[in-house]
């Protein structure tokens, strides 16, 4: 609960308060989070994106040079 404290204290509100903000919070980042993995995973199924990112790629290892 000390991070919970700290929160509160940072924020200057109540630990419930402090809470019900960490929660919604998380929430968020979850949303986020899927929505980035469904894009992602929209991206790779589609071949044209597939093909330029692995141009992009070894552009991008052409410009590196010798290791």
């Not at 609960?1 to 630990?15: F, K, Q, T, Y």
């Not at 980035?36 to 052409?62: F, G, I, T």
């Amino acid at each position: 609960m000390r991070a919970l404290d700290e929160i509160a204290r940072r924020r200057g509100v109540s630990r419930a308060e402090a809470a019900r903000q960490a929660i919604a919070e998380t929430a968020e980042r979850e949303r986020r989070r899927a929505g980035l993995a469904a894009e992602a995973a929209a991206l790779a199924k589609d071949p044209s994106y597939v093909r330029e990112a692995r141009e992009v790629a070894a552009l991008m290892e052409q410009l590196r040079g010798p290791r």
